[in-house]
Nanobody
Framework: QVQVVESGGSSMQAGESLTLSCTAS????????MGWFRQSPGKDREAVSC????????MYDDSVRGRFTISKDNAKNTLYLQMNSLKPEDTAMYYC????????????????WGQGTQVTVSS
């Protein structure tokens, strides 16, 4: 069966950098779009960034543009999110998700989800 597992969340200070990882198994990784979402308490789950099967990158959240970078290693079935210049407003549970072929900003269109990894940024 498909498994999606995130790792790398931590408590950080504003201005620091952190890299999240997401490993997927049980699927043909290079035929899937892989996305990062985040959710803060009391808010909806929001799309951050996504990379599709053709390695096209979409940044959905303007607040992270220029600070966050998505990448993936198909040989390792792993997706990454490099987060630089972290801000307190980046505090959230970060989720990795997979859907066939192409990206979508809508969480409900993704078929497989990880359990999430917590990122907390203090000022």
């Amino acid at each position: 069966q498909v498994q999606v597992v995130e790792s790398g969340g931590s408590s950080m200070q504003a201005g620091e950098s952190l890299t999240l990882s997401c490993t997927a198994s049980g699927l043909t990784f290079d035929r899937y779009a892989m996305g990062w979402f985040r959710q803060s308490p009391g808010k909806d789950r929001e799309a951050v960034s996504c990379m599709d099967q053709d390695n096209i990158i979409i940044m959905y959240d303007d607040s992270v543009r220029g600070r966050f970078t998505i990448s993936k290693d198909n040989a390792k079935n792993t997706l990454y999110l490099q987060m630089n210049s972290l801000k307190p407003e980046d505090t959230a549970m970060y989720y990795c998700a997979a859907r066939k072929n192409f990206c979508s900003p809508s969480a409900f269109r993704f078929d497989y989800w990880g359990q999430g990894t917590q990122v907390t940024v203090s000022s």
